[in-house]
């Protein structure tokens, strides 16, 4: 395998390409996701008599929404008019980008290939938050993070308040709610803002999930990405400063649909992002729509930087939708066996090797810290993964310092280097050169 350490004196990070990865197995079957909504500038729960509720089909290898489909249509064209004429329901609508999420039985659904006022039809994929391996804490806030001495963070830069990063996940936990409203002065809060993001700025926030304009954190995936980017808190964040465009795609068990994602996508656009943080994987056989592919050629288009984890199945290969050519393809390290005895280690590069999950191949950009939580190689007495302020798992009330692991904490580093890079001035078709420019060999295994 040939890797090299890409040493970025003025983005202050450590990352390395790879250019071949080793073949090793895969994970277990995650579980089917929950949750609709309704609401929001896009149509959501529009259904029809005929509806049959969707069920997952497929396993960690081949997974989409059974009795569902992504359905580009003619901008004249009424989709509830062709669903009633096909006998099928109308999940949600995005009027502004002329598509919509169609479910009924499958026979029904086969009739949309042939209908003259339908642009594409495809089945609606699914997508998991990219961590790895569990996760440890809550910890002590004033742990020392591997990760940042693996990214060797300086200070903050000038000029990263006028950077929006779009987190497209589990949403975040950026404000005090309860139940399904604001706080009343005396109410006990159902979810919690964590205080690192306290005074980060919060920009054009979105539940596509529920149907909503308050994607609140239900899982704990979405917050520690946006805490490792941009937390103001104690573990200050790669791009603290910059603002936050809170995005949820994925629901509280960390799942979440094609159709949000391209919804997503398009709202970072419209809103104004300037970088998007994708925190989920698709399945290692997954064919993207058109509207995938789209949707990720008009951030392109529209000059924003878009990220997205390489995955954690260990395989050759690079996962959609990091596998997009317009996308930064983020692979995870971990530390070195030996890295506790090496001569004062925190301030040494070169420190970290290819995470034994990561998928990579010759389409991986970035590798940067990932962690690996079997391990304690760095000597601290915690397993060695990305140190970040989140909620307690499944409970938004319980807020403290967790250690997780993942590609997609991999690609939240990068993210966070990404932004100090637009905030130095690079131009945004630049910024992967930016972080790859500078490199070094790395020790080989």
Known sequence: MSRRVIWGATLGLVVTTVAAAVERPGAGDPQPPTGTGEGGRWDRGVASAMHAPPTWRGSRASGVFAGQRVVGIHASTDPLAVAAELGLSVDAIDRNHNIALFSGHEH??????????????????????????????PVMGEQRAWHRSGANVPDAVDGLSDVIVAVLDTGVAYRTWCGDAPCAADATPTHQPVPGLDGVAI?????????????????????????????????????????????????????????????????????????????????????????????????SEASLVVLAPTGNDGLEQVSWPAAAPSVIAVAASAPEPDFHRLQDPWQTTGIARLAPYANASAAVDVVAPGGDLRFDRTGDGLPDGVLAETIAPADPSEIGHWLLAGTSHATAITAGAAARALALGARPKSVAWALQRPARPLRQE
């Open 108 to 137: 029904h659904l086969d009739a949309l290939q042939n209908h003259e006022h339908v642009v594409s039809v495809h089945a609606n994929g699914r997508i998991q938050a990219a961590g790895v391996g569990g996760r440890v804490g």
């Open 203 to 299: 920009v054009a926030p979105m539940d596509f999930v529920d149907g909503d304009a308050v994607p609140l954190d239900e899982h704990q995936h979405g917050t520690h990405i946006a805490s490792t980017i941009l937390s103001q808190g104690a573990h200050r964040g790669v791009a603290a400063g910059a603002a936050l465009m809170p995005v949820r795609v994925l629901d509280a068990s960390g799942v979440g649909s094609e159709f949000d994602l391209i919804l997503g996508i398009h709202h970072a656009i419209d809103h104004g992002a300037n970088i998007i943080s994708i925190g989920g994987t698709f399945a290692a056989d997954f064919r993207p729509s058109s509207l995938l592919c789209d949707a990720l050629d008009a951030a």
